[in-house]
């Protein structure tokens, strides 16, 4: 296996660290209630996923 010839400085790692961002979640539209929710999650307030209701219990 091919092996690092230096350690990486702590400050190196933090610095690339620094750019590796979040982006900001996906907000679609409840199809059901018409509520602003995540994109690919069950909707919180009606339950409803792709036209269907979702329940878990
Ligand atoms: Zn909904």
Redesign the pocket.
Known sequence: MAEPKKKRPPQRSRRARANQKIDAIALIQ??????M?ASHTV?P????YKGTLSVSS
Do not use: K, L, P, S
């Not at 409840?30 to 509520?35: K, S």
């Not at 307030?45 to 409803?48: A, I, L, N, P």
């Open positions: 409840c199809g059901h209630c018409q509520a929710i909707c307030h009606c339950g409803y």
